[in-house]
Antibody, heavy 120, light 108 residues
Framework: EVQLVESGGGLVQPGGSLRLSCAAS????????MNWVRQAPGKGLEWVSYISSSGSTIYYGDSVKGRFTISRDNAKNSLYLQMNSLRAEDTAVYYC?????????????WGQGTLVTVSS | DIQMTQSPSSLSASVGDRVTITCRAS??????LNWYQHKPGKAPKLLIY???SLQSGVPSRFSGSGSGTDFTLTISSLHPEDFATYFC??????????FGGGTKVEIK
């Protein structure tokens, strides 16, 4: 069974940092491209970042570019999101999501999310 | 970025009702449109990909249609477990993937 479990969320002050993790199981993690997607309170979903299966290709949404860093450790079946210079508008539930193994870009499995609250 | 607009933002329906949710793209996206179901505290679930392809394991009462800019998700007969929020997502422009604002389906 495919499982994605996020962790690392919490309360952080504006300007602070946080590192999210996503532990993957039930599939060959190193074969799949991964993403982070977030949902701010009362808002829709927002794609945050993408990483290729090898980690060689990375993209970010404009709202987090230069502040967030996505990475992965295929030996540990884990995905990460290092979040620096956090702002109130980064408050959201963060989900890791697997890209389906297809030329189309949709997310076939998601985690349950971890809440990040940026507040003083 | 391609803007995705869903309507309605919420609706009330009864078990057994036929429910239709609309998603409109700000430009043509062919059939690069996906639908997800999301319940509070749970992982979002893929329902439909490529506008009309049913994800494995998803009940056949869910269906999707459309192409270009206008798309529809239909639940033919609402079950109690279908009360949730539904999101559309365009995958025409990668990596600038964008989602609709969501449609919350509530019990009447």
């Amino acid at each position: 069974e495919v499982q994605l479990v996020e962790s690392g969320g919490g309360l952080v002050q504006p300007g602070g940092s946080l590192r999210l993790s996503c532990a993957a199981s039930g599939f060959t993690f190193s074969s799949y491209e991964m993403n982070w997607v977030r949902q701010a309170p009362g808002k829709g979903l927002e794609w945050v970042s993408y990483i290729s299966s090898s980690g060689s290709t990375i993209y970010y949404g404009d709202s987090v570019k230069g502040r967030f860093t996505i990475s992965r450790d295929n030996a540990k079946n884990s995905l990460y999101l290092q979040m620096n210079s956090l702002r109130a508008e980064d408050t959201a539930v963060y989900y890791c999501a697997r890209r389906a193994y297809t030329i189309l870009h949709y997310f076939d499995y998601w985690g349950q999310g971890t809440l990040v609250t940026v507040s003083s | 970025d391609i803007q995705m607009t869903q309507s309605p933002s919420s609706l009330s329906a009864s078990v057994g009702d036929r429910v239709t949710i609309t998603c409109r793209a700000s430009q043509s996206i062919s059939t690069y449109l996906n639908w997800y179901q999301h319940k509070p505290g749970k992982a979002p679930k893929l329902l439909i990909y490529a506008a009309s392809s049913l994800q494995s394991g998803v009940p056949s009462r869910f269906s999707g249609s459309g192409s270009g800019t206008d798309f529809t998700l239909t639940i033919s007969s609402l079950h109690p477990e279908d009360f949730a929020t539904y999101f559309c997502q365009q995958s025409y422009v990668f990596p600038l993937l964008t989602f609709g604002g969501g449609t919350k389906v509530e019990i009447k």
